[in-house]
């Protein structure tokens, strides 16, 4: 009798996308590659009666109300139609790359962003990946699979239907399988991933909350899950928040995030520093709408909510003082 292997089980999660994407259309197939091999069947039957335990086991936050709220204290949050966020990419950026899009990517490449940098790539399959600031990934496609590693940062994939081969996408540990979707990554101190169409099976880091054979998650469109830096606590799935997923378009809704986390984030994309000379001020929480890739515009709005004073006089370096 042969015994069941590693490509066994991969394939085995493969299948489950496929069925999770169309099982009318698979069902034939599947029954074909279940008869080919004995055990199989019960792999197969073991992997989607875990996938259905850990997606109930998750905790489902609740979804915190945005606040149209001004920052300056009359401009309010605009009212996005979820979909229109997460779908809709405005690409009035003052980037080439990704304005007049790039050759398609070679079957093995790796891809990088520097500080400030956005990037958007045509994969060899038809998909495209966009590259937040500060990012590395590789990808390496085969005829059986397309594979792609985040080293660290953030990218989006928009991935081109092949049933034939997956789409696996590998960060911080983390395997995220999907066949036809949309959906962000985010790989820096801790692991997310954003669904924002279709559906992919996430598979934990080995060295999570359970044991190395922890069963995937799966995850439907409109999902966020997240895994802490140090995997000590079971992964928590949320609604996808609407500001998370506008980092493509540069102008974020803001709904009680605090400062010091703003500050973060826009100087991903500056080569002068905003800094708090009060530290303690970066726990305050602020709410609106801001170009988080516009330094100025961010220092200027906070500044303003704080009534801080601006300092540039050290290079390389916003400071934000008391007045």
Same mark, same amino acid.
């Given at each position: 009798?042969?015994?069941?292997? $590693? ?26 590659? *279940? ?5 199989? =069947? ?22 915190? @109300? ?13 009212? !996005? ?8 990419? /405005? ?8 304005? @007049? ?67 696996? !996408? ?27 169409? /279709?559906?992919? *099976?996430?598979?934990?880091? $080995? ?13 439907? $469109? /409109? ?29 974020? @809704? ?33 709410? =609106? ?35």
């Amino acid at each position: 009798m042969t015994e069941l292997n $590693s490509q066994d089980q991969c394939a085995a999660e493969e299948w489950a996308v496929r069925m999770l994407d169309d099982p009318t259309r698979h069902q034939h197939d599947l029954a074909q590659w *279940i008869a080919a091999k004995p055990g199989r =069947g019960a792999l197969y039957d073991r992997l989607m009666r875990d996938l259905d335990d850990a997606t109930a086991a998750v905790r489902v936050a609740p979804v915190q @109300s945005h606040r149209p709220v001004s920052m300056r204290g009359s401009k309010t949050l605009l009212a !996005v139609a979820f979909l229109c966020a997460c779908l809709a990419i /405005g690409f009035s950026l003052r980037l080439t790359a990704l304005q @007049s899009g790039e050759p398609l990517a070679r079957p093995m490449l790796h891809l990088a962003t520097k500080v400030g940098e956005l990037r958007r790539v045509m994969l060899a399959d038809g998909s495209s990946v966009i590259l937040d600031a500060d990012t590395l990934l590789t990808t390496d496609f085969s005829g059986h699979r397309r594979l792609l590693n985040l080293k660290h940062g953030r990218a989006r994939f928009t991935v081109a239907h092949d049933q034939a081969r997956p789409f696996v !996408v590998h960060a911080g540990g983390s395997e995220i399988v999907a066949t036809g979707t949309v959906f962000d990554v985010a790989y820096r101190e801790a692991l997310s991933v954003d669904l924002l169409q /279709g559906r992919v *099976i996430v598979r934990p880091p $080995s060295t999570s909350f359970g044991p190395r054979s922890s069963p995937p998650i799966a995850l439907n $469109s /409109g999902q966020h899950i997240a895994f802490d830096s140090g995997h000590r606590r079971p992964p928590s799935v949320t609604a996808t928040s609407v500001s998370e997923t506008q980092w493509v378009q540069g102008t974020k @809704s803001l709904n009680d995030v605090p400062i010091d986390a703003i500050i973060a984030q826009a100087n991903r994309y500056a080569t002068a520093h905003i800094e708090l000379a009060d530290p303690s001020l970066g726990t305050r929480e602020i709410f =609106g709408d801001i170009d988080i890739r516009d330094s100025d515009a961010v220092a200027e709005g906070v500044a303003a909510y704080l009534d801080l004073r601006i300092d540039r006089s050290q290079r390389g370096k916003i400071v934000l003082r008391n007045k």
